[in-house]
């Protein structure tokens, strides 16, 4: 099968499968989670592999946690967790918190979103125009501290804590939705590497068990800040009994890979380091990830976040050592616009570059600083020097 067959079978599997739900069209927008296409990336690729994103923004609200907001909220529909009208509460960086506004949205229940202050503003904003209530948690306390938050919420009024981090119904999921996909683009042993970073761990939990057991050739890359080598250290994580992290890890440091790497290792990622599910670790400098991104979107036409940058940094890295003809894979969890505030549109100019008036005064009409026409408006000529 050559590459530009990977691409259509993909569009082809999420059309026909998850979208097609009755003659009528679909049951609600939550009929439109999954599916998410596989795009060939050529032009950033060295020339001996075959390289892969598989593009999670073309879920309904943008992300790769509409998957996990979804699972979550249906899971616990069914197990008598969460009752009907019953508010529903979550700690997140953001994406979580938006895909669970929009199911929240769609089956009518109630939603409070706890989120540490130094997260991109158009996610809170997101999130509310979505219906949401956002509570703002000190950037000080850090991912551990909008938990904890999140956790006094649902116990002081009875809500349903979603515990993203934890929740098996996140990485169950994966298992039976993004890691189908990718066995049914690639068919078994069809891929020589997976790419993924992780924040809660349900991807690369969820994914990288279903490979494992249907791809073993498949190799398992797991990629995180290098200025924040939680994995890398080796040092293990606190934690509470249920598994929930007790402290911050002590390799933990701020890094601009908003949704990657909390302050700690999830129960969810420990739980795929320790079944021996993660064949390499590749740290990814904050530079490399906003360059990678901004490149995939000028040489590639691709709109991603920072950490899709960031593991298409890692999988770069890694296909350079990598046998000819190898096929590699990386996820991009979701899109651009989703950070015009951030230091990844750091120098894109609200205003017109000095290339651009250029540009604009290389014809006479429709010049915003030209003089306007005398009949139309005499007094904004402009001022003559005395
Ligand atoms: N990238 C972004 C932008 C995210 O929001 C998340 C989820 N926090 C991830 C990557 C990681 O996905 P997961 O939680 O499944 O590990």
């Not at 797991?222 to 080796?234: I, K, N, Q, R, T």
């Not at 601009?256 to 390499?280: K, N, T, Y």
């Not at 540009?359 to 009409?365: L, N």
């Not at 026409?373 to 001022?383: I, Q, R, S």
Request: with cysteine; aromatic share 4%.
């Amino acid at each position: 099968m050559n590459s530009d067959n990977v691409a259509s079978t993909v569009l082809q599997a999420g059309q026909e499968g998850t979208r097609a739900v009755g003659a009528g069209g679909l049951g609600s927008i939550l009929g439109t989670v999954g599916g998410t296409p596989v795009v060939r990336i050529a032009r950033l690729a060295p020339a001996h592999v075959e390289l892969f994103a598989k593009l999670e923004a073309f879920n309904p609200a943008g992300s790769v946690k509409d998957r996990l907001a979804l699972g979550v909220i249906e899971a616990a529909e069914r197990d008598g967790t969460l009752r009907p009208g019953q508010t529903v509460v979550e700690a997140t960086s953001g994406n979580t918190g938006i895909g669970l506004a929009m199911v929240c949205a769609a089956k009518g229940y109630p939603l409070v979103i706890t989120m540490a202050e130094n997260f991109s503003v158009e996610r809170r904003r997101l999130m509310r125009f979505l219906g949401a209530k956002v509570i703002l948690t000190p950037a000080a306390a850090r991912g551990t501290g909008m938990v904890a938050k999140a956790r006094e919420l649902a116990e002081t009024h009875g809500w349903f804590l979603c515990r993203q981090f934890e929740n098996e119904a996140n990485a169950d999921t994966h298992s039976r939705t993004t890691a189908e996909e990718i066995l049914s683009d690639f068919g078994s042993d069809g891929l020589d590497m997976w790419v993924t970073g992780f924040g809660t761990g349900g991807t690369l939990k969820g994914v990288a068990r279903v490979l494992r057991a249907r791809s073993p050739r498949t190799r398992i890359v797991v990629a995180e800040p290098d200025s924040a080598p939680l994995l890398g250290s080796g040092l293990p994580q606190a934690r509470r009994e249920d598994g929930s992290a007790a402290a911050s890890h002590p390799a933990f440091r701020p890094h601009p890979m908003q949704g990657w790497s909390p302050d700690f290792i999830s129960r969810l990622a420990g739980d795929a380091i320790a079944a021996g599910h993660v064949d390499e670790i590749v740290p990814v400098a904050g530079a490399d990830a906003l360059r990678c991104a901004r490149d995939l979107a000028s040489r590639e036409g691709i709109l991603c976040g920072i950490t899709g940058g960031a593991t298409l940094a890692a999988a770069l890295k890694v296909a350079q050592a990598a046998p000819a003809g190898a096929r590699i894979l990386a996820m991009i969890p979701d899109t651009g616009e989703r950070y015009l505030s951030t230091p990844l549109f750091e120098g894109i100019e609200e205003t017109m570059t000095a290339e651009e008036g250029e540009i604009a005064s290389s014809t006479p009409g429709f010049c915003i600083d030209a003089p306007a026409p005398a009949a139309v408006a005499p007094a904004a000529a402009p001022a003559r020097p005395e």
